[in-house]
């Protein structure tokens, strides 16, 4: 397989799965707003999905809050995916420390989702992070050295 395929791979499956998370964030999300009769989506102007926090239950807002961790550290993940994937130089610890961030971003989805213990999220959290330094700092020695 190309190095350019392998390193691409990951990011689409993550990729992948934050649009299987923002579907379930629908799921969720759409009904409890029907149901909950302080909201009426003719009259509301204005506002952020997090002021949903003040009406729906955490189990729903879970969802929408792992959403947007999707959107915030896998941001780096995905530059420096790319950059390997320009390069069309992607070494197999950076294919497997690739494979493992998004093993851990969706441990640590299923995590925040269905239980939110923060102590387990933070552990699963930091995990992941060291993948992506690692894989940052490879992409460094590879552009720089």
Known sequence: MPQ???ALQPVVAL???TSIVWIWMYALRI??????K???SKTWV???GKQLDDYLP????WVAHNYNHLHEAPIGFYAVMLIFAVLGDAPSIVVTLAWTYVALRVIHSLVQILWNKVTVRFGIFALSSL???ALILLAALRLFA
Request: hydrophobic letters at 50%; glycine letters at 8%; a neutral charge.
């Open 46 to 48: 204005g506002g952020t």
């Open 131 to 133: 993948c992506l330094i």
């Open 58 to 61: 955490p189990k729903v807002q």
């Open 4 to 6: 350019t395929v392998a």
């Open 38 to 40: 302080r909201l009426d």
């Open 15 to 17: 990729l992948l799965w």
């Open 31 to 36: 009904p409890a707003i029907v149901a909950d």
